[in-house]
């Protein structure tokens, strides 16, 4: 007995660190993945304001002067995630059309913000015309894009912004933007089913802190207050997750019942624990999301209530690259280039799925 | 309706009431119950009983499963990542996609296979921890890294959807109104019970879990039941995966996400010791509870996700508070 006093010091102190540092490590990767999933991949991107997409007139001009093609570094989190998937079939469907070298190269840094940094300083010593990048963390990294504006390499920002160092332009979505209109097109699909005074819409948010969250919210604050018509009812978490928007979603039909007269959630993935609680309820009201995901836009063909902003990874690429080469060209170039969500309902949901996941 | 509601609450808190009238943590779930009767009408109807074991379910599940190991004085950190592997296993092989694109074998198979798979997970750590004496805690910290990679590379990271009925009707259908995934829920509850109060295998668990070294030197194989446990923690997570799809009607890839904390904080404020030797199934059912009913009762009232969190806090500071007073 008296022996076995040390151990179960041991095994207490040991599993109370452990303990400790898992619930550190496990929050970090829920939360990675629940981000993930959704492909909401924008963590970090903040702000974005202004700029509303007038910077395309002026891209598609001037890119010729150029005796070929760029040499382009493109440089991505984590291929783990849809959202930047697609970033990869996008830049390389650049490099077949020719509108990028091809010896342009495209680094997956696998979530880890050393191998990202390390695979900047590569694209820099192989002297690219022009470096994109979608930063794993807005400070992560600063150095590397130093050691890029010491070579005189332009840097384009994608879906991330950095913190320091320059850059050219930064290609985003607009978070608040993409909110707003998620909002709007549940009022719309509501007027539809039926015309009321006012009508009652339940929020599912995201994590709580996420900059995504915030801005997505402050989209729909804005849309209830411009809309007379528009009544936020209840807004709760989901954490980004179909599993607790599924019950956030009970829990809200066991309160208010028939008083809900539509969703908005700010991911699909939620969308879709929305969509199995109602269904379970036997209830039907316009559901709406944020992100394009798969999944969801699947369901779109049984519920012409169901719609989504679809994000688009693809157009970001491309507005990078010319974004890239008219600063190449010698053309001013916006600070910030914000992307339009692609509004995705019953009407267009084929096509949707056939062009970015046929 | 509403008396029939109320019957339903009281009978439940009476049965476990005199089971475990001597368990703190009993006293924290009736103050939950009594505050939001009294601050929300809808708390206490059937309909949202219902919903409450519904959304415990799952990770009641994996609390149950994780029992076992913590009786044992081990400890599994892999069972969220477990789950979500053996889910997701199970789905793209049921339909057929993904990496398993082509290769679609019937439901029965895909289930037995999944749930393999947990347990396999389970026995990899278990063996390392019972062989070779590495802390479960190191093992299966190995497995969750392990298992969140393979669920990755088998689900593609997206979604699936279009599960085949059979496969949801575990997780997704009603008997007799009454949700499946609620029974299958209590049904391994009380299994569980029965395999740790008549056996000889759930006597060993405690015994090594109070004592490692008296129950070897009493003869006890102590790696095998080390290993057994954590099997089980493995097939159970497996279970909850697979319930998850037909709660979900999908399989998400993130699905085990922040499942890791609760099902384990759930045994412990059941009353279990984190450190082994005691604990039993239905304080574990206790602690699945109270976690559900305080998310579902703020639900409710419309506190806001900052105010739950504070709120959480305070009721889980309280409630292992009931926990050690009402052991004195």
């Not at chain 1, 009544?231 to 979603?249: D, H, I, K, W, Y």
């Not at chain 1, 559901?287 to 719609?307: C, K, M, P």
């Not at chain 2, 085990?256 to 574990?284: E, K, Q, R, W, Y």
Request: aromatic share 6%; proline share 3%.
């Amino acid at each position: 007995m008296s022996r076995d006093i040390p151990r179960r010091r041991f095994i207490r102190t040991g599993a109370i660190v452990g303990t400790a540092l898992v619930a550190g490590c496990g929050g970090d990767g829920g939360d990675g993945g629940g981000d993930g999933g959704g492909t909401t991949e924008t963590t970090a991107s903040d702000g974005g304001d202004g700029g509303d997409g007038g910077g395309d007139g002026d891209d598609g001009e001037q890119t010729t002067t150029e005796s070929g093609p760029p040499s382009v570094a493109l440089s991505v989190p984590s291929l783990e995630f849809t959202f930047f998937a697609r970033m990869q079939n996008a830049f390389d469907a650049a490099k077949s059309e020719g509108t990028v070298a091809s010896d342009s190269t495209f680094y997956d840094a696998g979530n880890s913000q050393s191998t990202q940094v390390s695979d900047v300083e590569t694209a820099i010593s192989n002297e690219v015309d022009l470096l994109l990048i979608s930063a794993i963390t807005a400070e992560g990294v600063i150095s590397a894009i130093r050691q890029a504006n010491d070579a005189g390499i332009p840097v384009v920002a994608i879906d991330r912004n950095v913190a320091e160092g320059d850059t050219v332009s930064y290609v985003a979505s607009d978070n608040v933007q993409l909110g707003r209109r998620s909002t709007e097109l549940c009022l719309s699909f509501m007027q539809e089913m039926g015309q009321q005074d006012t009508y009652n819409v339940v929020q599912l948010e995201g994590t709580p802190g996420a900059s995504v969250t915030n801005d997505r919210g402050e989209g729909f604050s804005n849309a209830v207050s411009e809309n007379d018509s528009l009544n936020r009812l209840a807004s709760q978490t989901g954490e980004f997750s179909t599993q607790n928007a599924l019950s956030v979603m009970e829990d809200f039909i066991t309160q208010y019942g028939d008083e809900i007269d539509g969703v908005f959630c700010q991911n699909d993935l939620m969308a879709l624990g929305a969509h199995r609680a109602l269904q379970n309820a036997n209830m039907s009201v316009p559901v709406t999301g944020i992100d394009g995901t798969e999944a969801w836009v699947q369901l779109f063909s049984d519920n012409q209530f169901y719609g989504t902003i679809a994000q688009l990874p693809e157009e970001m690429v491309d507005t990078a690259i010319e974004t890239g080469k008219a600063h190449l060209a010698g053309d001013d170039v916006e600070d910030t280039i914000v992307i339009e969500g692609l509004e995705v309902t019953q009407a267009n949901a084929s096509d949707y799925l056939g062009q970015y996941f046929g | 309706m509403a008396r029939t509601a109320v019957d339903f609450g009281a009978a439940r808190e009476q049965v476990t009431l005199e089971q475990l009238g001597q368990y703190g943590p009993i006293l924290g779930l009736v103050g939950l119950y009594v505050a939001f009767t009294v601050l929300n009408d809808r708390f206490l109807t059937v309909g949202n009983q219902v919903n409450v074991l519904q959304q415990v379910s799952i990770i009641g599940i994996m609390a149950i499963g994780v029992t076992f190991p913590i009786l044992c004085a081990e400890i599994d950190l892999s069972i969220a990542q477990v789950m979500e592997i053996s889910g997701l296993t199970i789905a793209t092989l049921a339909v057929g996609a993904r990496l398993f694109e082509g290769f679609a074998i019937p439901v029965v198979a895909a289930i037995v296979v999944g749930l393999s798979l947990g347990g396999t997970f389970g026995a990899v750590s278990g063996f390392v921890t019972a062989r070779f004496g590495v802390p479960s805690f190191m093992t299966t910290l190995a497995m969750l890294f392990l298992a969140d990679g393979l669920g990755l590379i088998v689900s593609g990271n997206r979604p699936i959807i279009g599960l085949p009925p059979s496969l949801t009707a575990l997780g997704g259908s009603r008997v007799f109104g009454f949700p499946s995934i609620v029974v299958v829920f209590l049904t391994l509850l009380v299994v569980s019970q029965l395999l740790l109060s008549y056996t000889k295998f759930g006597l060993y668990i405690y015994a090594i879990g109070g004592d490692r070294q008296a129950a070897e030197r009493m003869g006890i194989n102590v790696p095998v039941v080390r290993l057994g446990t954590l099997v089980i923690s493995g097939v159970f997570a497996g279970i909850a995966g697979l319930v998850t799809l037909g709660r979900l009607g999908s399989a998400i890839p993130t699905m085990g996400s922040g499942l890791l904390l609760p099902p384990i904080a759930a045994v412990i404020l059941g009353g279990a010791n984190l450190f082994g030797g005691s604990g039993n199934m239905v304080g574990t059912l206790v602690g699945v509870l109270i976690l559900g009913v305080l998310q579902n009762g703020l639900n409710l009232m419309g506190v806001g996700p900052s105010g739950q969190l504070v709120a959480q806090g305070i009721v889980l500071m309280l409630a292992v508070l009931a926990n050690v007073v009402g052991q004195d």
